[in-house]
């Protein structure tokens, strides 16, 4: 009987149909692996380097088990990519009659009666106004519902939270809509289908039971394989804690208004209630200060609490408004239901009382604002969903290992007994790529560290004809750079920011000789493949922020409890984010590029060799001028060719 690995081997049938297809020996061996852990209901933490082919090693084994299988992406785009692409590429490929489904949060889909409402509504922006239009003709010709296949329409457009719902002002199975409900049909199809892709968000969302209508999906599958699983614990950290938004606010006063005028156009006392909570809730924006920051509750408790108080009064007020009408319609009622569960969730954010074994926080934005409660860990947490579902779990990345080791991933999660893999990229570093460690640069205190980061990569990116993604750590960095780069040279400059990120690599891949600033959503689900991509600079090692009040919560913790909190933690954290950013610049075996390492840390400390370590084997100079020949010489055929 053939094994999976056969399948993806020189006389599988992946092989025989498929345009471009090589067998790779350490696909054939993550697939193996993965196949033994489905059947023998295993937890296996699986690093493929890129180029392995971790999708199709994945895919087959599942589509030939013959169980229900759920696939757990990182994001909504590579979600799209396995369901649209690479499903039905293996699936064509196996000739098996296998039902898939793509599921996404009910925030993608079109709700109709709240299209409905936005309709009626009718709005002073001219903008606001046509972009409704838009979703209403759309409206009458989609399948599907979901907003992605909506291009015409940005993906950050304030129509869409007025056109979805979300689990608040859902009316559930008393919806008129119901049985037209787009959300509802894509959970039926989910329900039937034998493999069902997921991403994370959906996934944890239902395993904190913060979802209702997909928990009953859960017990029917016999295998979860997670991709870009080294996102989990800050996934799992956000939805196994709590919080709330100004904007959640904001949200229940406006529908609150809207319900009044649709179901008790008589009354205004909600409209009243509902127009004092919201001034109360942009006073308390205020009352955090100007400026965009993050930091502990306890920080800024005692100079919000008094206007905190003022808005948990304004709400309940709404909610006793509501609750006198909520018999006139169902929107009233769904209205009243989120007051109450607002109400209490706000009391036990806005407090002065610490929850043990949670990180208590804040954060700002322009308009709005966030209270959390995080836990400190998540293990003990997510180890007990594995046990409610004694199901195989298969989690893979590229990047999950800090050398050899699991250890950082695994006590995470709380799975230190599950069976770990590691397979090396097939690529051929040493010949494809060039590590360049620029001499010079300061350490990066310095006040003019990103100008030295700057001086450094021009050179660099000039002899690599543009071409080039700068990742920066932090936005500060990138706009200062973005502003020391104007007018240097003639490649155009694409900025992060001026556009979503689609857009941008789209313009990126389509000019081939563009720069792109970037940070922290470019150092990782990018896929640039062939020479518009020759060079990725990075200036300076990944380390999340000290200030960052979840990250020195659980630094004190460790220290505490007699841990070492650099070594157990922020190193191996930065060595994942590091590799995460490194696996933009070779995506393909044709590949060539260089890399610019520019924090001179990775020499002058001793954790510099982690980092090295941690990275594919290539060649290793601190010459620009090696730097400069490595790209004469592969640009020369291409020159040739012309």
């Given at each position: 009987m053939q094994t999976p690995g056969d399948i993806l081997g020189p006389d599988g049938p992946f092989a025989r149909l498929l345009?471009?297809?090589?067998?790779?020996?350490?696909?054939?061996?993550?697939?193996?692996?993965?196949?033994?852990?489905?059947?023998?209901?295993?937890?296996?933490?699986?690093?493929?380097?890129?180029?392995?082919?971790?999708?199709?090693?994945y895919l087959v084994p599942a589509l030939l088990s013959g169980e229900k299988v759920i696939i757990s992406t990182g994001t909504r785009n590579l979600q799209?990519?396995?369901?649209?692409?690479?499903l039905p590429l293996v699936r064509d490929a196996l000739a098996l009659p296998v039902e898939v489904a793509l599921l996404k949060g009910r925030a993608?889909?079109?709700?109709?009666?709240?299209?409905?409402?936005?309709?009626?509504?009718?709005?002073?922006?001219?903008?606001?106004?046509?972009?409704?239009?838009?979703?209403?003709?759309?409206?009458?010709?989609?399948?599907?519902?979901?907003?992605?296949?909506?291009?015409?329409?940005?993906?950050?457009?304030?129509?869409?939270?007025?056109?979805?719902?979300?689990?608040?002002?859902?009316?559930?199975?008393?919806?008129d809509h119901f049985n037209d409900c787009f959300l509802m049909k894509a959970r039926r199809a989910a329900q039937e289908a034998d493999v069902l892709v997921v991403?994370?968000?959906?996934?944890?969302?239902?395993?904190?039971?913060?979802?209702?209508?997909?928990?009953?999906?859960?017990?029917?599958?016999?295998?979860?394989?997670?991709d870009e699983a080294h996102q989990l614990p800050?996934?799992?950290?956000?939805?196994?804690?709590?919080?709330?938004?100004?904007?959640?606010?904001?949200?229940?006063?406006?529908?609150?208004?809207?319900?009044?005028?649709?179901?008790?156009?008589?009354?205004?006392?909600?409209?009243?209630?509902?127009?004092?909570?919201?001034?109360?809730?942009?006073?308390?924006?205020?009352?955090?200060?100007?400026?965009?920051?993050?930091?502990?509750?306890?920080?800024?408790?005692?100079?919000?609490?008094?206007?905190?108080?003022?808005?948990?009064?304004?709400?309940?007020?709404?909610?006793?408004?509501?609750?006198?009408?909520?018999?006139?319609?169902?929107?009233?009622?769904?209205c009243a239901r989120r007051a109450v569960e607002l109400s209490a969730r706000f009391d036990q954010l806005v407090s002065d009382s610490p929850v043990e074994g949670y990180i208590h926080w804040y954060e700002t934005h322009k308009r709005s604002f966030g209270v959390n409660l995080t836990p400190m860990e998540v293990d003990q947490v997510f180890r007990e969903q594995l046990e409610r579902f004694p199901q195989a779990w298969i989690m893979t990345s590229a990047t999950l290992a800090v050398g050899e080791e699991f250890g950082h991933f695994t006590q995470r999660l709380g799975i230190g007994d599950a069976v770990t893999?590691?397979?090396?990229?097939?690529?051929?570093?040493?010949?494809?790529?060039?590590?360049?460690?620029?001499?010079?640069?300061?350490?990066?205190?310095?006040?003019?560290?990103?100008?030295?980061?700057?001086?450094?990569?021009?050179?660099?990116?000039?002899?690599?004809?543009?071409?080039?993604?700068?990742?920066?750590?932090?936005?500060?960095?990138?706009?200062?750079?973005?502003?020391?780069l104007e007018g240097r040279f003639d490649y155009p400059i694409l900025i992060?920011?001026?556009?979503?990120?689609?857009?941008?690599?789209?313009?990126?891949?389509?000019?081939?000789?563009?720069?792109l600033l970037g940070t922290g959503s470019f150092w990782e689900g990018v896929d640039v493949r062939g020479e518009a991509l020759s060079?990725?600079?990075?200036?300076?090692?990944?380390?999340?922020s000290p200030g960052d009040p979840v990250l020195q919560a659980r630094i004190d913790a460790m220290r505490e409890q007699g841990g070492n909190p650099f070594r157990d933690h922020q190193l191996p954290q930065a060595v994942i984010s590091l590799k995460q950013g490194v696996g933009r610049l070779i995506r393909d075996a044709t590949d060539y590029g260089v890399l610019v390492l520019c924090d001179p840390r990775l020499g002058s400390r001793s954790y510099g060799r982690v980092f090295l370590d941690a990275l594919p084997p290539m060649t290793r100079t601190r010459k620009l001028e090696v730097v400069e020949r490595f790209f004469r010489i592969r640009q020369q055929p291409r020159t040739a060719n012309r």
């Open positions: 345009t471009g297809f090589s067998p790779r020996l350490q696909q054939r061996e993550m697939a193996d692996a993965v196949a033994e852990a489905i059947a023998g209901r295993e937890v296996l933490v699986a690093e493929a380097g890129t180029g392995t082919g971790k999708t199709f090693a799209d990519q396995l369901f649209t692409k690479d993608n889909y079109l709700c109709l009666p709240r299209l409905d409402a936005a309709v009626e509504e009718g709005f002073a922006s001219r903008r606001i106004a046509a972009e409704i239009q838009t979703v209403r003709r759309w409206a009458a010709i989609t399948a599907a519902g979901d907003i992605a296949e909506l291009t015409a329409l940005p993906e950050d457009s304030q129509v869409w939270p007025m056109v979805t719902s979300t689990a608040d002002n859902c009316h559930g199975g008393e919806c991403n994370h968000h959906l996934l944890f969302a239902d395993m904190a039971l913060k979802e209702s209508g997909f928990g009953e999906l859960l017990p029917g599958a016999s295998a979860f394989i997670l800050e996934t799992a950290s956000h939805f196994f804690g709590t919080s709330i938004t100004g904007n959640q606010l904001l949200e229940l006063v406006r529908d609150s208004i809207t319900e009044e005028l649709r179901e008790a156009g008589d009354s205004r006392s909600v409209r009243e209630s509902a127009e004092s909570l919201e001034k109360s809730v942009r006073d308390l924006r205020l009352a955090f200060g100007e400026s965009l920051r993050r930091g502990p509750w306890r920080e800024v408790m005692a100079q919000v609490m008094p206007v905190a108080k003022s808005t948990a009064a304004c709400l309940g007020v709404l909610n006793d408004a509501l609750e006198q009408l909520s018999k006139r319609g169902k929107g009233l009622e769904a893999r590691r397979w090396e990229s097939p690529y051929d570093f040493a010949r494809q790529a060039v590590l360049y460690v620029p001499q010079g640069i300061p350490e990066p205190p310095a006040s003019d560290y990103t100008a030295a980061v700057v001086e450094s990569a021009i050179p660099v990116m000039e002899a690599a004809g543009g071409r080039t993604f700068m990742l920066f750590t932090s936005h500060r960095a990138l706009h200062e750079a973005a502003e020391l992060q920011g001026d556009a979503p990120r689609s857009k941008l690599l789209e313009r990126f891949r389509e000019l081939g000789n563009a720069v060079c990725v600079v990075i200036d300076k090692l990944p380390f999340a």
